[in-house]
């Protein structure tokens, strides 16, 4: 199974489109996560048809902050369990792994001080269920201070709070590939 999940940054943007027509024609992805979309549910819901996604949970933007949105291919079992503006969690049913599990899309505050209401959400969603669970998203922290490029340290204590939720949690990182910082700016 393939699976998207991309902070987008305002999926309305026509190049972002552009770009976003060419990572979907050539990954084919049956489910796609999109974070800050920065657009309302219609304007959603017209780029889920415009992209050929019959299935979709949005949570819409508050102005020009936040957005979430979760469309899906016909092949892939959902079964929404809860959502709010900063997750989106569902059970996922897949014929082709023979297999049931969870998938949580996350987004966590972009402020440091909502991060604690972030992780407290985080924990709370942990001890719902017992199954294989894969959280995607972005947490809007990092682990350790090797992960950050430019612009101030980021303080100790707060990637310390951030590796003990996902220990708590039983998450971990399972790294990356390719591109080893996606994006840098000065904070």
């Keep these: 199974m393939k699976i998207l999940c991309w902070n987008i940054r305002s999926l309305g943007n026509p190049r972002v489109m552009r770009t976003l027509q060419n990572v979907l ?4 992805p049956q489910l796609v996560f999109f974070m800050e979309t920065k657009i309302n549910k219609n304007k959603m819901e017209s780029v889920k048809r415009r992209y ?4 979709g949970i949005k949570v819409g933007a508050e102005g020009s902050k936040g957005g979430l949105c979760l469309v899906w291919k016909d092949e892939v079992d959902i079964i929404l369990q809860s959502f709010s503006i900063n997750f989106i969690d ?6 082709e792994l023979q297999l049931e599990w969870r998938f949580t899309r996350f987004y966590g505050s972009p402020y440091a001080n909502g991060r604690i209401d972030s992780w407290n959400e985080l924990r ?3 001890t719902l269920f017992y199954l294989p669970w894969l959280v995607c998203g972005d947490f809007n922290e990092i682990l350790y201070a090797s992960e950050k490029k430019g612009g101030l340290p980021r303080e100790e204590k ?3 709070q951030f590796r003990e939720t996902l220990s708590e949690c039983g998450l971990y990182d399972v790294g990356f590939s390719r591109l080893w910082l996606t994006w840098e700016r000065e904070n």
């Design 25 to 28: 024609k050539l990954y084919k």
């Design 52 to 55: 050929s996604f019959i299935n």
């Design 90 to 95: 569902v059970m996922v049913k897949s014929e």
């Design 124 to 126: 709370r969603l942990s």
């Design 158 to 160: 707060r990637m310390k």
